[in-house]
């Protein structure tokens, strides 16, 4: 089945480091944007990071820019997010997701909403 699969969450020290991935099966990403989002205990699903089909754009929240980098791998059909820097606040579920339009934004607000494909969502969980 078409599906996005995350991985590489975990428990981190505040100050650690975590990288997540997006990995495609059934079909491939090369044509899509993908987006990371991410949703704490009792608070709203956010954006945090974007990437357009070439790689050659990528947009980030104000929160987590500077400490999180969206790259992609179109040959591993990946996409990945790597966080340095990690705070108490970056606790959440991290999910991807995929669209394949080329007239997409994948710019806040809505990073490039509404998607073709979900993960099932990864736990990140920063605590001392």
């Known amino acids: 089945q078409l599906q996005l699969v995350e991985s590489g969450g975990g428990l981190v020290q505040p100050g650690g480091s975590l990288r997540l991935s997006c990995a495609a099966s059934?079909?491939?990403?090369?044509?899509?944007?993908i987006s990371w989002f991410r949703q704490a205990p009792g608070k709203e699903r956010e954006g945090v990071s974007c990437?357009?089909?070439?790689?050659?754009?990528?947009n980030y929240a104000d929160s987590v820019k500077g400490r999180f980098t969206i790259s992609r791998d179109n040959a591993k059909n990946t996409v990945y997010l790597q966080m340095n820097s990690l705070k108490s606040e970056d606790t959440a579920v991290y999910y991807c997701?995929?669209?394949?339009?080329?007239?997409?934004?994948?710019?806040?607000?809505?990073?490039?909403?509404?998607?073709?494909?979900w993960g099932q969502g990864t736990q990140v969980t920063v605590s001392s």
């Open positions: 990437i357009s089909s070439s790689g050659g754009r990528t």
């Open positions: 997701a995929a669209v394949r339009n080329p007239f997409r934004l994948c710019s806040p607000p809505n990073w490039g909403h509404p998607f073709d494909y």
């Open positions: 059934g079909f491939t990403l090369d044509y899509y944007i």
